[in-house]
Structure formats: structure tokens, C-alpha cells
């Protein structure tokens, strides 16, 4: 049996791990991250998730581990802004507000699917222009769901968080690690 990651983030990576986790192969899956018309960021995010852990090759005994996490203003899907523009766009939107995190995971192995997804409540400082400017150059918003990273610079905008720390930065380990032990991942062997 090998783990197969169907994700390029380094976050990921290093939250594995955390579980003492070093996956056999990385694998990120090519599929098409569109919202649907009028999808919901919890559906989109979950979608999204399932979709990756089906696209990713892999013998029948592998374990297929997948996440998409999402950012969501109310019925808003914040992904990964594409230009510098559109990053302010989304941390003007979310500055002074509270808004939510959704990280979705989805493991596959033969035709057994375990999933789970964690929704965590998140708080960002009204950010002053100098703040937002400095950021924005720091150039730490691309490939970043809603335009930052709690676990970098941005992480001085976030005053409180409720729920997981862990499935902010990409990945809930908690709940990963549980659903590796049902698809018969050994974790915590000698």
C-alpha cells in the first residue's frame, strides 16, 4: 500500500508531517476548479475535493489523500486570486469582517471513499493601506485561497479564529489522521 498526495502545496507536505506522514508519491491531480452557478462555498469546496481524489491515478491498494480548502464571504467562494487586482479585491472584502474557512478532505483507495470537511470561523483586522500595500507586494497572496495565508505575513491580520488552526493553513490533521486509520493507513506504528 503507498499514500499518494493528490497536492502540490508544501503546507500539506508539512502537515502530513505532523503525523510523522511522508506520502510515497505527490500527484496533483489537473481538474477543472470552476464554481458551478450559484454553488455555495461548503458544496463547491467538498466538490472540489472528491473531484481531485477521483482524478489522481493509482493502484487499487493505494490510498488516495486529497483537500481543497475555500474561502467564503457569506455565499461568496473567494479562491485563488489570479492578479494582484483581484487579491486587494478579496482582502478589502474580507478586511474588518469575519468570514469562513472550509477545508474539505477526500481519500480513495480501490473503490472505498472516506471524507470529511471542517468548517472554521475566521476574523481579519481592518487592514489600514499601508498594511494592504506592504502585503500585496510581500507577493505572499498568489495560490492563496482568499488571497492570504494565515501561517505567513498575513497571519499578523488575524486576531481570532474559531475552530481548526490546522484546517485554515490546508490541511485538519485531526481529522486526517482519522481517516487514514479507516482506509488502513498505519499511523502511530513503531
Not at 482524478?55 to 455565499?75: P, S
Not at 461568496?76 to 478586511?95: Q, W
Not at 490546508?170 to 513503531?190: M, N
Amino acid at each position: 500500500m503507498r499514500l499518494i498526495l493528490g497536492s502540490g502545496s508544501p503546507r500539506r507536505l508539512d502537515l502530513l508531517a505532523q503525523l510523522g506522514v511522508t506520502p510515497d508519491a505527490v500527484r496533483p491531480p489537473d481538474i477543472d476548479e470552476t464554481p458551478q452557478k450559484g454553488e455555495l462555498p461548503r458544496p463547491y469546496c467538498e466538490r472540489i475535493a472528491r473531484a481531485k481524489a477521483d482524478a489522481v491515478e493509482a493502484d487499487v491498494d493505494d490510498i488516495v489523500l486529497c483537500a481543497d480548502t475555500t474561502v467564503g464571504l457569506g455565499r461568496r467562494i473567494m479562491g485563488k486570486p489570479e492578479t494582484e487586482g483581484e487579491a486587494a479585491e478579496f482582502l478589502l472584502a474580507l478586511s474588518g469582517r469575519r468570514h469562513r474557512v472550509v477545508t474539505a478532505v477526500a481519500l480513495r483507495r480501490g473503490d472505498r471513499r472516506w471524507f470529511r470537511s471542517v468548517e472554521s470561523k475566521v476574523r481579519m483586522k481592518r487592514l489600514s493601506d499601508q498594511e494592504l500595500n506592504g502585503y500585496l507586494a510581500s507577493d505572499d497572496w498568489r495560490g492563496k485561497a482568499g488571497g492570504y495565508a494565515i501561517q505567513g505575513p498575513a497571519g499578523a491580520f488575524i486576531p481570532w479564529i474559531s475552530g481548526s488552526f490546522t484546517a485554515i493553513v490546508g490541511l485538519p490533521v485531526a481529522e486526517t489522521a482519522t481517516l487514514l486509520q479507516a482506509a488502513g493507513y498505519p499511523l502511530y506504528t513503531a
